[in-house]
């Protein structure tokens, strides 16, 4: 069954997925138009374990996503903006990550979702 436009709330789905990591990947690459992501998996040793943070850095042409202790088994989750498509639409990623697993043993399920508003 082909889905026709999807939209959450005033937000316009232009991707949607889920990846499952093997052990030992640090990372996921997604592109969308001329934009280029990776999401970044860092765990800091539980002595300097502050809780999750994330922070973000244009490396090259990446928009590099750096999520620290976001190792969860129950899940964490972000949203926000990270490009604009043309002069009046605004690209959200959202997504949730659950990880199984421990020390360098962890697999996780990402499953996200690009949105896209339009300036009103």
């Given at each position: 069954?082909?889905?026709?436009?999807?939209?959450?709330?005033?937000?316009?789905?232009?991707?949607?997925?889920?990846?499952?990591?093997?052990?030992?990947?640090?990372?996921?690459?997604?592109?969308?138009?001329?934009?280029?992501?990776?999401?970044?998996?860092?765990?800091?040793?539980?002595?300097?374990?502050?809780?999750?943070?994330?922070?973000?850095?244009?490396?090259?042409?990446?928009?590099?996503?750096?999520?620290?202790?976001?190792?969860?088994?129950?899940?964490?989750?972000?949203?926000?903006?990270?490009?604009?498509?043309?002069?009046?639409?605004?690209?959200?990623?959202?997504?949730?990550?659950?990880?199984?697993?421990?020390?360098?043993?962890?697999?996780?399920?990402?499953?996200?979702?690009?949105?896209l508003k339009g300036d009103d």
């Open positions: 069954m082909g889905l026709g436009r999807v939209k959450v709330g005033d937000r316009e789905v232009v991707g949607s997925g889920a990846i499952v990591t093997h052990p030992g990947d640090k990372f996921i690459e997604f592109s969308y138009e001329n934009l280029n992501y990776r999401i970044v998996f860092d765990t800091k040793p539980p002595e300097a374990n502050k809780g999750p943070s994330i922070d973000f850095e244009i490396v090259d042409d990446w928009l590099e996503i750096r999520l620290t202790n976001f190792d969860n088994s129950l899940g964490s989750s972000w949203s926000g903006e990270v490009g604009n498509i043309g002069p009046d639409q605004k690209l959200d990623l959202s997504f949730s990550l659950h990880t199984i697993g421990y020390g360098d043993n962890l697999s996780r399920t990402v499953s996200f979702t690009f949105t």
